[in-house]
């Protein structure tokens, strides 16, 4: 018997205006750094200029001399702290350096000003040893890591790959690169810190605040309960907020040594370049065999990816490619490179974004091969059941898709010939790929519902909203849950001392959170009816889902983008761009909405823009500013041709809900560049896809 139960109610799916939308608006939402405090101090880190060694003196004398220091941290005088396991947060805590930028002192002044000053005057001096800091696929340290993120088999063998690949009637081996990039959200990652009797307050700019606190509490060797973090509003995350880096221990840790004094530290734009995550570069061969008739005989994705010498981050880049089409055979493998750099993690759809730019260029490429059009190619190949597990699809709507998108972009009649359409100095083309992201369910979270004197129902769970719209999807979800209207729920979230909830990532949000939320609204009625008095309340967990154990779960889409590519200087336009998704049940049109574009948007981005370069005679990244690091502006993204299929889903949760944060990234870029491809002639496989790649 199932234990899911549908809603019924008709908050969810309504256009709502986000709730929290005045507040934004009329800037009463307090963000991490706007909350304050009349002594607050502020905290400005001193990063280390070489990318291996040791600090060997630091003259801190100068800087501790300037009007308004308040203190100068540094590993000499940096309280220890309690458990230094994990080195990407033992900060200050030894004089080694292990990477370019790394914190090996910070200043606490009175103001931002002073600090920063202040910190350009310590002098450090180092031992510097030789650093490695270049991935390339010939290295001779590679190793497979035992598997990647966040628990997926590093390598997978079906059938004999080899074999059928030799015996293919249509080959392709090819091999595609995806750059570092660093996530910039808007608001950069921030904390104010107060350290108070043994307590520790963090307001901290993060996408879990029970992560955090789990966290800081361990590095700290604190009691959980002794640690509050608080984040009702976030400027933003996609992956780098999903866990606490080096700056918010370094926040905690200057407010233990100046215990009493409120700290304030939110880093530069530049600073974000160091030291809170980054999306590995990849070097992914693929190598796809066809029969006559276009159907896959062999598969293989092997990638080659970095990561850091102190603390090991393995993307799962070739995951997807485990379950996007049939085929006879396939092998999936991910090899490391442990460098002098600091440590990669999450950026929006790790894993499938980088490696689906791979597999649907490949996909491309072999549909032309073999003489078919590419969305005609990929409904061939259309798999009954999950390779990856054997299981059946919830559900699979990727052919829904391509067909909606093909008709909304009017991809019918299209010449398959690549440079064929030229409008004075552009040359003009269409492609087309394919989009998944799995429905990833984080466990251990809880809801508390509570019955209040106006007649409201309190719903309290530590969950998150980073800008995706959860404050306004989580009432919808509650208020369906209980049968009312959505202006009875008082939703509270953003704050440890709610209800510990899960990390706001994956796409898991509303999966997890509104799954807890409706076991919640459950036992409250089962405890005190439909007529409940002031004060009632009940708590509910997660419940299991055991149709994952019987259903693969995954969201599909596909992504239709026009490319135009001046002949002349390499400028690629992008003027419009169609994606259609099958996600389930939309909580909230609206919301949901941006959730797309903004991942269509970011892989507009990934396509044409993003590229963090790396010198590895230093291991810095060179272009840290939004001057030279690029991403769109308005005027570089066209029309946004957004919807998606009716998907009714009742296996996935009482909503029918999939994610919905990251698919929209996943893909779009190798659609982008299988336009440019048809606009062009030109083949490029090395992201991002800038104008020298197109001259000469
Ligand atoms: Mo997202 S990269 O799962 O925070």
Redesign the pocket.
């Known amino acids: 018997m199932s234990i899911i139960t549908k809603a019924t109610g008709k908050a969810i799916g309504a256009s709502l205006d986000r709730l929290d939308g005045p507040e934004k608006v009329s800037g009463t939402a307090r963000y991490a750094y706007e909350h304050h405090f009349e002594n607050a101090a502020y905290l400005s880190p001193v990063g280390a200029t070489v990318a291996k060694g040791r600090v060997t003196q630091i003259d801190v004398s100068e800087a501790e001399a300037l009007p308004g220091v308040i203190a100068v941290i540094t590993n000499e005088t940096a309280p220890k702290l309690a458990d230094t396991s994990d080195r990407e947060l033992a900060v200050l805590q030894s004089d080694e350096v292990a990477y370019r930028g790394q914190y090996v002192a910070a200043v606490v002044a009175e103001t931002f000003e002073v600090a920063r000053h202040a910190a350009s005057l310590v002098r450090v001096s180092y031992d510097e040893e030789p650093q490695d800091a270049e991935l390339r696929w010939d290295r001779d340290d590679l190793y497979a890591p035992e598997v990647v993120n966040p628990a997926f088999p590093t390598d997978t063998e079906e059938g004999d790959f080899d074999g059928a690949f030799a015996s293919s009637a249509i080959t392709l081996d090819e091999t595609y690169t995806t750059p570092t990039e660093h996530n910039n959200p808007m608001e950069p990652h921030t904390t104010v810190a107060i350290w108070e009797g043994g307590d520790l307050t963090l307001y901290d700019s993060t996408?879990g605040v029970h992560a955090v606190r789990k966290t800081v509490a361990g590095v700290f060797g604190l009691d959980r309960e002794r640690v509050r973090v608080v984040a009702p509003f976030v400027g933003g995350?996609?992956?780098s907020k999903?866990l606490p880096h080096a700056n918010t221990i370094l926040a905690a840790l200057a407010a233990q040594m100046v215990e009493g004094i409120p700290i304030k530290f939110a880093l530069t734009r530049q600073q974000m370049f160091t030291g809170v995550g980054y999306r590995t570069p990849t070097i992914q061969r693929v190598r796809l065999g066809a029969d006559e008739d276009g159907h896959l005989t062999a598969t293989a994705h092997d990638v080659v990816e970095q990561t850091a010498r102190i603390k090991e981050f393995a993307e799962q880049t070739a995951v997807a490619t485990r379950t996007m089409y049939a085929t006879q055979t396939r092998r999936t493998t991910h090899r490391l490179a442990a460098l002098d750099v600091p440590v990669p993690s999450?950026?929006?759809?790790?894993g499938e974004a980088p490696g689906m730019f791979a597999l649907e260029s490949a996909m491309d490429e072999l549909a032309a091969k073999c003489g078919l059009d590419p969305i005609e190619f990929r409904i061939r190949n259309e798999p009954e059941l999950d390779a990856e597990t054997g299981l059946p699809y919830s559900s699979r709507n990727l052919v829904a898709c391509l067909r909606e998108g093909a008709r909304r972009f009017g991809w019918e009649g299209r010449d398959p010939s690549p440079r064929t359409r030229q409008e004075g100095r552009w040359l003009v083309g269409t492609g087309v790929a394919a989009s998944t992201y799995p429905v990833f369910r984080m466990p251990g979270s809880r809801a508390r519902i509570r019955y209040e004197e106006d007649g409201r129902y309190a719903v309290e769970i530590g969950a998150m909203d980073i800008g995706t719209g959860t404050w306004t999807a989580l009432a919808q979800i509650s208020a369906d849950a209980l049968g009312v209207p959505i202006e009875a729920i008082n939703l509270r979230i953003g704050d440890t001392n709610l209800p510990s909830a899960s990390?706001?990532?994956?796409?898991s949000g509303i999966n997890t959170w509104g799954s807890t939320i409706f076991e919640a609204a459950r036992v409250f009625r089962e405890r005190h009816g439909q007529n409940p008095s002031a004060g009632d309340e009940a708590e509910g967990k997660l419940p299991d889902n055991p149709e994952m154990e019987n259903y693969a779960m995954h969201a599909f889409g596909a992504h239709f983008v026009e490319a135009r590519v001046d002949e002349d200087t390499g400028e690629v336009r992008v003027p419009r761009m169609t994606s259609v998704f099958a996600a389930g049940n939309i909580i909230n049109p609206k919301t949901a909405r941006s959730q797309f574009l903004g991942g269509m948007t970011m892989g507009l981005s990934m396509a044409l823009h993003e590229e963090s370069m790396m010198d590895p005679r230093f291991g810095h990244i060179v272009n840290h500013d939004f001057a030279e690091y690029h991403i769109p502006t308005a005027a570089d993204v066209g029309e946004m041709d957004i919807s998606w299929i009716e998907e009714d889903d009742p296996l996935v949760n009482p909503m029918g809900a999939k994610g919905i944060?990251?698919i929209g990234i996943v893909g779009s870029a190798a659609a982008v560049a299988n336009a440019v491809h048809h606009a062009t002639g030109i083949r490029v496989r090395e992201l991002p896809i800038t104008p020298d790649k197109l001259l000469g």
């Open positions: 996408q995350g996609f992956g999903g999450w950026m929006r759809a790790p990390v706001q990532g994956g796409s944060g990251e």
